[in-house]
């Protein structure tokens, strides 16, 4: 059982930057690969980055690539989404996750654990 909580969302101006995080709880944190997903309202729950349980690889959908970077620090059981650069159409709630499956999973039903959301407003 993986317990997640995110944190450090809020609104910010066009061009601006937040540093999202995501402590979870348990101590098997790293064996599993972590992704953050997005949720406008209206819309369905879309992957934005995933990493590995060792940190040595990470997705991101073409839209964030080169503004968004995911990280892990296995030692304190916290993922992080560094946002840079952001645009109106990056305002969400945004949620971690958590699997214990191996592979690229960028379906939101592919993972076991959720955070309860943090909400990402971005102003023009």
């Known amino acids: 059982q993986v317990q997640l909580v995110e944190s450090g969302g809020g609104l910010v101006q066009a061009g601006g930057s937040l540093r999202l995080s995501c402590a979870a709880s348990?101590?098997?944190?790293?064996?599993?690969?972590m992704a953050w997903f997005r949720q406008a309202p209206g819309n369905e729950r879309d992957f934005v980055a995933a990493?590995?349980?060792?940190?040595?690889?990470?997705k991101y959908i073409d839209s964030v690539r080169g503004r968004f970077t995911i990280s892990r620090d296995n030692a304190k059981n916290t993922v992080y989404l560094q946002m840079n650069s952001l645009k109106p159409e990056d305002t969400a709630v945004y949620y971690c996750a958590a699997t214990p499956l191996r592979g690229w999973l960028l379906r939101a039903h592919e993972y076991s654990y959720w955070g309860q959301g943090t909400q990402v407003t971005v102003s023009s």
């Open positions: 990493i590995t349980w060792s940190g040595s690889s990470t």
């Open positions: 348990g101590r098997t944190f790293s064996s599993y690969a």
